[in-house]
């Protein structure tokens, strides 16, 4: 589940704090959202003060205006850059105001600049929306499941995220002087970390009921993979690689004659890896040779010298120094990695099904006012394009000032 503003993948990396002008969104939003969107589907009516309803819970224009504001400043506390005006529809007067000093022509046209403000808006839009939407979703999740969240626990975390800040950031003083300039308040950061935390918490107990792993399931899985379980036959062998066919007859009559690979192999061998160790290869299994060579090591006899063998490598002459057959493990052996193995895939399974199961359980929960209606929205067009974002046009009054 993604649940971003624009910077809030850095949201500790730099904490960024209060601007007492802004409406003051925090923990008593966030309870109050806790405990409505229990109630589920009922109250799907959108009060008038509202852009989107879930459950119970409303998203104000007041929590709108609040966060399009912080998204639409945030930058200017990591590059000392001014944000431009917020635009607001319908009029857009600051936004078009400023679009046209930026042009330096009072000739611009105002419908051209509007429709510039109005693109602005509404990609502010489609961040903020879904941001505040999955944000209720996952407190709603939280309740529906029995996890919370204790005071305690967030303001350690709290604690934990401003120390480790660059700079560090000790008082609410340092604080709100260095976070002024993105709109938003210590209490914002604390109901983001909140949601953060909850998730976390849901999570952790679909990871925990997902690693609930049965000895019939192990047993199952064992059963269905004993082919690639058991262990194949192996070889320790000596070898020598030549170029060619001649070469190999030579090396295959001084092995004959008592010469050992020890001191023919360094001066006959073209296999880099072997050359340097006599070639000597130990552990080999079948698919560590190429299928000519392969079929014959494993045909031989031990102790007896072969070859030469032609491949497309090259000619080969070689010995079997000892074999060791296949062997098939136990499940008393196996236990251990089959119950790991089924534990990640159980758990990434819960995983993935928790997020796609989020959207289609509160999907239908979420109700939004014509002209913000995202694709998390219950009453989203079905088309792709139409579903990808809030729609046009209807905005007025998102916010005001």
């Known amino acids: 589940m993604t649940i971003a503003v624009r910077g809030q993948q850095a949201r ?3 904490i960024r704090g209060e601007l007492p002008r802004r409406p003051r969104i ?18 799907s009516d959108i009060p008038g003060n509202a852009v989107v309803q879930i459950g119970n819970a409303s998203i104000t224009t007041a929590m709108l205006d609040h966060w399009l504001a912080v998204a639409n400043d945030t930058n200017q506390a990591s590059t000392g850059v001014a944000a431009p005006p917020l635009p607001l529809p319908p009029d857009y007067t600051k936004c078009v105001a400023a679009q046209r000093k930026s042009a330096g022509s009072t000739a611009t046209n105002t ?3 509007k ?3 109005t693109q602005s808006y509404e990609a502010l839009l489609n961040q903020i929306l879904p941001f505040l939407i999955q944000t209720i979703w996952i407190q709603g999740e939280a309740v529906d499941r029995g996890v919370t969240v204790s005071n305690a626990k967030l303001e350690s975390s709290f604690k934990q995220a401003r120390d480790a800040s660059n700079p560090p950031l000790k008082t609410a003083a340092e604080m709100n002087s260095f976070l002024a300039k993105s709109g938003e308040t210590i209490a914002d950061l604390k109901w983001y970390l909140y949601v ?3 998730y976390a918490q849901v999570e952790l107990k679909v990871q925990k009921e997902a690693s609930k792993i049965t000895s019939a399931q192990i047993a199952a899985y064992y059963e269905k993979n004993l082919a690639a379980l058991t262990k194949p036959s192996t070889r320790n062998l000596h070898l020598v690689e030549t170029s060619n066919q001649a070469t190999a007859a030579t090396v295959k009559s001084l092995l004959a004659s008592g010469s050992s690979y020890a001191t023919v192999a360094p001066k006959y061998s073209i296999d880099p890896t072997t050359k340097t160790a006599g070639g000597r290869m130990v552990g080999v299994s079948p698919t560590e040779l190429n299928a000519q060579l392969s079929a014959a090591v494993f045909a031989a006899k ?6 030469p063998v032609k491949t ?3 000619y080969y002459v070689f010995t079997v120094d000892s074999i060791t057959g296949s062997s098939v493990p136990s499940l008393a052996a196996e236990t251990a990695t089959i119950r790991s193995l089924l534990t990640q895939q159980q758990v990434a399974k819960a995983e993935n099904a928790l997020q796609s199961g989020l959207t289609k ?7 939004c006012r014509a002209g913000y209606v995202v694709s998390f929205c219950s009453n989203a067009p079905t088309t792709s394009t139409a579903a990808t974002g809030a729609t046009t046009g209807a905005a007025s009054g998102a916010a005001t000032g």
Not at 302 to 307: E, F, K, P, T
Not at 361 to 367: A, E, G
């Open 115 to 117: 429709a510039l403000c």
């Open 312 to 314: 497309a490598f090259g």
């Open 196 to 198: 953060k935390l909850l």
């Open 12 to 14: 500790f990396a730099s």
């Open 361 to 367: 359980k509160w999907t239908p929960r979420t109700n």
């Open 302 to 307: 031990q102790g007896v010298l072969s070859g």
């Open 111 to 113: 419908s051209t600049l």
């Open 26 to 43: 925090g923990m008593a939003f966030c309870a109050a959202i806790a405990t409505a969107v229990v109630l589920g589907a009922c109250g």
